[in-house]
Nanobody, 120 residues
Framework: QVQVVESGGGLVQSGGSLRLSCAAS????????MGWHRQAPGKQRELVAD???????KYADSVKGRFTISRDNAMNTVYLQMNSLKPEDTAVYYC??????????????WGQGTQVTVSS
């Protein structure tokens, strides 16, 4: 089993910054990717940013140039630095981890989510 724990959400004014952290632990044989998704009220969950084991990175168009994802492989931790925040960034942010628990079994694991609220 793999546990995923997020931290770092909160309330910030428009134009401000927040840094989210996500730590994966448990029966991890090999990490495949770690990333952030978000879900705003009444909307579908969407990918924000993702980084794989080869350090290839994907960003949603809406956050390019404002958000930066980074990863600490030794600590199985991923970060999301969010700058120039806008009210439309308000959402619950979820960390998603894809990992092998043995040499052939992989799955996707989700954290409980952390609220980010940007006031105008």
């Amino acid at each position: 089993q793999v546990q995923v724990v997020e931290s770092g959400g909160g309330l910030v004014q428009s134009g401000g910054s927040l840094r989210l952290s996500c730590a994966a632990s448990g029966s991890i044989f090999r990490l495949v990717s770690m990333g952030w998704h978000r879900q705003a009220p009444g909307k579908q969950r969407e990918l924000v940013a993702d980084i794989n084991s080869g350090h290839a990175i994907k960003y949603a168009d809406s956050v390019k140039g404002r958000f930066t994802i980074s990863r600490d492989n030794a600590m199985n931790t991923v970060y999301l630095q969010m700058n120039s925040l806008k009210p439309e960034d308000t959402a619950v942010y979820y960390c998603a981890v894809r990992a092998y628990t043995d040499y052939r079994t992989w799955d996707e694991y989700w954290g409980q989510g952390t609220q980010v609220t940007v006031s105008s």
